[in-house]
């Protein structure tokens, strides 16, 4: 829905509400089949565009350095809280964390984040809980997420699980440019559904493409996933095998060797696993290309395992990049 030009010349709603900012290039079929037209608000009604910017920099006088929030814009349903500095081993790392005043995600909403971390920035990016995937009678939604990191910088973005609830179709894009010399950790867990209520693979298609590009654009990683159950494209051999849970992490650094990066992911997840009574749970480690660093995926039946299993891999990560013990993250 193109939005109508105001008397002086400018768009109606600013440059952020145009299709052209919020819209993804291109949807994978697998989603966009679904078509756009809507079963109650289109699309770029109020309330279904969710746009966050938060630029992240260093500030303070020598010796006195903290990362500090410097630019924020949101647009409901995204907002964040103040971060918050609650780890006493870096009490110059902010935690932020990202928050939905929907409670979910409805056909036709379209969301938009933009992250930014200065030179020599640290920061960690998270949801408050878990992101809801609701059933869409028509159309999708789609969620966009960019994230640029200059030199030095130290970035964890790990949201919480997705739950993809029957009928949804849903795609996202997280876009990264990733200086040479900055480290990020970043990673996603998805559900067969809502395990507890016994849905599993009933949501209609799920697409996400995850890429890592240098500030010159040359490629460092790329994962695509299209997840459509009623196809056979989710639950088989060659995909999921059944389980509930897939979750990956990646880590992507220059301060200590791939190999390094590999063998505490290794470690720190089969610790994880041997402790739990998840015996479906299975997982794999290997080196990215070019030595840029390590990734993990993971399959398993059981959500307490799964999540520790996440929380395990990127405190391992965390320790190894920073030299500190990572903090409990805390959730409402």
Same mark, same amino acid.
Request: aromatic content about 8%; charged content about 20%; proline content about 7%.
């Given at each position: 829905?193109?939005?109508?030009?105001?008397?002086?010349?400018?768009?109606?709603?600013?440059?952020?509400?145009?299709?052209?900012?919020f819209e993804p290039?291109?949807?994978?079929?697998?989603?966009?089949?679904?078509?756009?037209?809507?079963?109650? /608000?289109?699309?770029?009604?109020?309330?279904?565009?969710?746009? %966050?910017?938060?630029?992240?920099?260093?500030?303070?006088?020598?010796?006195?350095?903290?990362?500090?929030?410097?630019?924020?814009?949101?647009?409901?349903?995204?907002?964040?809280?103040?971060?918050?500095?609650?780890?006493? %081993?870096?009490?110059?790392?902010?935690?932020?964390?990202?928050?939905?005043?929907?409670?979910?995600? *409805?056909?036709?909403?379209?969301?938009?984040?933009? *992250?930014?971390?200065?030179?020599?920035?640290?920061?960690?990016?998270?949801?408050?809980?878990?992101?809801?995937?609701?059933r869409m009678e028509?159309?999708?939604?789609?969620?966009?997420?960019?994230?640029?990191?200059?030199?030095?910088?130290?970035?964890?973005? %790990?949201?919480?699980?997705?739950?993809?609830?029957?009928?949804?179709?849903?795609?996202?894009?997280?876009a990264v440019v /990733?200086?040479?010399?900055?480290?990020?950790?970043?990673?996603?867990?998805?559900?067969?559904?809502?395990?507890?209520?016994?849905?599993?693979?009933?949501?209609?298609?799920?697409?996400?493409?995850?890429?890592?590009?240098?500030?010159?654009?040359?490629?460092?990683?790329?994962?695509?996933?299209?997840?459509?159950?009623?196809?056979?494209?989710?639950?088989?051999?060659?995909?999921?095998?059944?389980?509930?849970?897939?979750?990956? /992490?990646?880590?992507?650094?220059?301060?200590?060797?791939?190999?390094?990066?590999?063998?505490?992911?290794?470690?720190?997840?089969?610790?994880?696993?041997?402790?739990?009574?998840?015996?479906?749970?299975?997982?794999?480690?290997?080196?990215?290309?070019?030595?840029?660093?390590?990734?993990?995926?993971? %399959?398993?039946?059981?959500?307490?395992?799964? /999540?520790?299993?996440?929380?395990?891999?990127?405190?391992?990560?965390?320790? *190894?990049?920073?030299?500190?013990?990572?903090?409990?993250?805390?959730?409402?």
């Amino acid at each position: 829905m193109s939005a109508a030009p105001v008397s002086d010349g400018a768009l109606y709603g600013g440059p952020r509400l145009q299709p052209a900012y919020f819209e993804p290039e291109r949807v994978p079929v697998e989603v966009a089949r679904y078509g756009t037209d809507p079963h109650t /608000l289109r699309v770029g009604s109020p309330g279904k565009v969710g746009i %966050l910017e938060l630029d992240f920099a260093v500030r303070g006088a020598p010796g006195a350095e903290r990362t500090e929030l410097v630019h924020h814009y949101q647009k409901t349903p995204l907002q964040i809280m103040r971060p918050l500095y609650y780890n006493p %081993l870096r009490p110059d790392m902010p935690y932020t964390y990202v928050m939905t005043t929907g409670g979910g995600v *409805l056909h036709g909403d379209r969301q938009r984040t933009e *992250l930014r971390f200065g030179e020599g920035s640290s920061a960690h990016v998270t949801t408050q809980a878990h992101t809801k995937l609701y059933r869409m009678e028509t159309g999708y939604a789609t969620a966009l997420v960019n994230i640029e990191a200059e030199a030095g910088a130290y970035v964890e973005y %790990l949201p919480d699980p997705l739950i993809p609830f029957r009928g949804s179709r849903y795609y996202q894009r997280t876009a990264v440019v /990733l200086h040479e010399e900055a480290s990020l950790v970043t990673g996603e867990t998805i559900y067969a559904g809502r395990l507890t209520r016994g849905e599993r693979y009933e949501y209609d298609a799920y697409a996400s493409d995850f890429e890592v590009r240098r500030p010159d654009g040359r490629p460092v990683a790329f994962d695509r996933v299209r997840l459509v159950p009623g196809a056979g494209g989710a639950g088989g051999l060659a995909v999921l095998d059944g389980r509930d849970i897939v979750s990956t /992490l990646y880590a992507i650094s220059p301060r200590v060797p791939a190999g390094e990066l590999a063998d505490a992911l290794h470690e720190a997840v089969a610790a994880v696993v041997a402790d739990s009574d998840d015996e479906a749970a299975r997982f794999g480690v290997s080196t990215l290309p070019g030595e840029a660093g390590a990734w993990l995926r993971y %399959l398993g039946d059981d959500t307490v395992t799964s /999540l520790a299993v996440q929380a395990a891999a990127a405190a391992a990560v965390h320790e *190894l990049l920073t030299g500190a013990r990572a903090p409990i993250i805390r959730k409402s």
